[in-house]
């Protein structure tokens, strides 16, 4: 592998184009921005750290004193719920000599302190540093200089996100762009997870993304899902177009298998549509959302299946999938949680291993970037969010 140095050029494009097919094929991103650590890092600092990323379900810290740690590249991040209800976000160092604070992924602090495992630091919810066990006093240091670097936090959708940058950072709401009204009435915040898995997969982040975009790939890989989704057996990516405010255009649509109710393995449903939909939105089966570069929604009438994706080399991530239900579909103790859990499991699984198939292929040293045919157009519309945010030419974080 060749490198490619910090200070290479990186082409950029004046704007992420449009949902329309593409009038010609569109060369891919080079080969080695999937492969190369230089230009991973350039990735995880521009992008990863320039983005809001989401994190976690906010269940996941729902009582004072809860917190989970989140690692996104090589930053860790420590979210907590404090007394007063509210979220805080820190990275989860020590301003000591900068060890790990919280070594588990998940728990409780005991007394709500957040005490460091190496010389006993010890915070309050707030960051603030309240001691300093055994240090020997000297007038020159002030416990104030030495709060927990504080992380911005915010909530949509019931996921907590964090953005690593320094300074002022876009608003969530206006990263989100369509996403929150698209789905307002199908109150992802008030879902909870019915199943988790956590995937090792060995991809680059941006294939995961970019296989995402597209249902070109669809009849081949996704037997299961073409069965309940006709259409895409046929038309590839037409029925994920929306419009400017994200709404699936009409004549776009996908075709469901007759009488389906909702993505299953055969379209049968076993607990009523989200109480607030209308009847346009029970019967749209499917509506998938990407914002990049790690939050991806299949929302349906009556459930949703989430991925939170972290990067954890060139080469791999670590995909966090959840099954999101109403709470009293899975207080019913008659709810068929497999019936629900089958299909996305298997057709998640089929994207991962497609992925990791291409992360070997492009190894080759004869292969210098791929091609977007016209229904890849969001795959082309990704790597042009991906450019131009390298090149600081992005005007912001948005829905693809
Ligand atoms: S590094 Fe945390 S107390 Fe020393
Ligand atoms: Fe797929």
Redesign the pocket.
């Known amino acids: 592998m060749s490198g490619l140095p910090d200070s290479a050029p990186v082409p950029a494009t004046a704007s992420i184009g449009t949902r329309e097919p593409l009038a010609r094929v569109e060369a891919g991103l080079p080969a080695a921005w999937y492969l190369d650590e230089a230009h991973h890092r350039r990735e995880l600092e521009r992008v990863w750290n320039g983005s809001w990323i989401a994190a976690a379900r906010c269940d996941e810290v729902g009582m004072p004193g809860d917190f989970r740690v989140v690692d996104i590249g090589e930053q860790s991040v420590l979210l907590t719920r404090h007394d007063d209800g509210g979220l805080r976000a820190f990275h989860n160092i020590?301003?000591?000599?900068?060890?790990i604070?919280c070594t588990e992924a998940q728990g409780r602090l005991r007394g709500g302190r957040i005490v460091?495992?190496?010389?006993?630091?010890t915070y309050d919810l707030d960051g603030r540093l309240q001691s300093?066990p055994r240090r020997m006093p000297t007038g020159d240091f002030d416990p104030a200089d030495f709060g927990l670097f504080p992380v911005a936090v915010d909530t949509w959708g019931g996921f907590v996100f964090v953005h690593l940058g320094s300074g002022p950072v876009q608003p969530l709401s206006e990263a989100l762009g369509w996403i929150p009204s698209t789905f307002a009435s199908h109150r992802l915040d008030a879902l909870v997870s019915g199943h988790r898995r956590v995937v090792d997969v060995q991809a680059n982040w941006k294939l995961v993304c970019e296989n995402f975009c597209e249902c070109f790939h669809c009849p081949p890989v996704h037997p299961e899902l073409c069965r309940v989704v006709p259409a895409y057996r046929e038309g590839g990516a037409w029925g994920l177009r929306r419009d400017e405010q994200g709404r699936p255009i009409p004549e776009a649509s996908a075709e469901y298998r007759a009488g389906a109710r909702t993505l299953t393995l055969d379209g049968t449903a076993r607990v009523p549509p989200f109480a607030g939909l209308d009847e346009a939105q029970r019967s749209t089966l499917y509506m998938p959302a990407l914002l990049p570069p790690n939050l991806f929604l299949n929302v349906h009438p009556d459930y949703v299946n989430s991925h939170l994706m972290f990067p954890t080399g060139p080469g791999s991530v670590r995909i966090v999938y959840d099954w999101l239900f109403e709470p009293q579909a899975l207080a019913d103790p008659a709810f068929d949680l497999e019936h629900y859990v089958a299909l996305w499991r298997v057709t998640n699984g089929q994207d991962a291993r497609n992925c990791e198939w291409q992360q070997r292929g492009i190894r080759a040293r004869v292969f210098q970037h791929g091609v977007f045919m016209p229904q890849e157009f969001d795959c082309h519309r990704f790597a042009g969010w991906v450019r131009d945010t390298l090149a600081s030419a992005t005007t912001g974080q948005r829905p693809i």
Not at 94 to 99: A, K, P, T, W
Not at 116 to 121: G, T
Request: charged share 15%; aromatic share 14%; hydrophobic share 20%.
């Open positions: 020590c301003r000591h000599r900068g060890s604070l460091c495992p190496y010389h006993a630091w300093t």
